[in-house]
């Protein structure tokens, strides 16, 4: 069974400083996909970033990057230069072999962005 | 490119009544998926489809819990009769065999009093 695990249930950080929220996962797969959505107030899951378990390098897509370390299985997401618009639920998932296409999802962060 | 489409946005019912819910994926995805997101925890998938056909229900409480997706486009989710513990938002996504993200809609917010 796939479990995704996030440990932190509330962040806060200042305005244009950058945060990691953690996210470790657990599979017998050797193909898998890990992914970070973020969920602001008004309840849509945004894709933020895609790593897949076979990509040497680590995934950026602009303010965000993703810490994979596959040995240790974790996948953190780092946002980089905080913005107030940054407030919202962040949920780590992944996409596993044995599972199918299916998400399975950790319990999410809260991330407060202070100005 | 229009994103998922669902609706109603938000839904208050009582327990025992039915309600049912639309999502229309982007064009093109042949995959849709529901998911159930109670309050404070991350989704659970419901069902996944694959064009018109069942991927995966094993999470779908049958004796309650139904969908389609006759055309293999837009497909409903219905809930008959809805209990106290099906509050929660209803999030439909959507993917293509080309990229494997899911792309997420907008969600149905159920409040069963």
């Known amino acids: 069974a796939q479990k995704i695990t996030q440990t932190q249930p509330g962040m806060f950080v200042q305005e244009k400083e950058a945060v990691t929220l953690d996210c470790t996962y657990d599979?017998?797969?050797?193909?898998?996909?890990l992914f970070w959505y973020k969920q602001p107030s008004s309840g849509e899951m945004i894709f933020l970033i895609y790593?897949?378990?076979?990509?040497?390098q680590n995934a950026t897509e602009g303010r965000y990057s993703l810490n994979f370390q596959k040995a240790r299985k974790s996948a953190n997401l780092v946002i980089s230069a905080s913005q107030l618009g940054d407030s919202a639920m962040y949920f780590c998932?992944?996409?596993?072999?044995?599972?199918?296409?299916?998400?399975?999802f950790g319990g999410g962060t809260r991330l407060m962005v202070k100005p | 490119e229009a994103g998922v489409a669902q609706s109603p946005r938000y839904k208050i019912i009582e327990k025992r009544q039915s309600v049912a819910f639309w999502c229309n994926p982007i064009s093109g995805h042949a995959t849709l998926y529901w998911y159930q997101q109670i309050l404070g925890q991350g989704p659970k998938l419901l069902i996944q489809f694959q064009n018109n056909g069942v991927v995966d229900d094993s999470q779908l409480p049958k004796d309650r819990f139904s969908a389609e997706r006759l055309k293999g486009v837009d497909s409903t989710l219905k809930i008959q009769p809805a209990k106290l513990e099906d509050s929660a938002v209803y999030l439909c996504a959507s993917s293509s065999p080309l990229v494997d993200t899911q792309y997420f809609g907008p969600g149905t917010r159920l409040t069963v009093l």
């Open positions: 998932a992944m996409r596993g072999g044995s599972a199918g296409n299916m998400l399975t």
């Open positions: 599979t017998s797969d050797p193909s898998y996909g």
């Open positions: 790593q897949g378990s076979y990509d040497q």
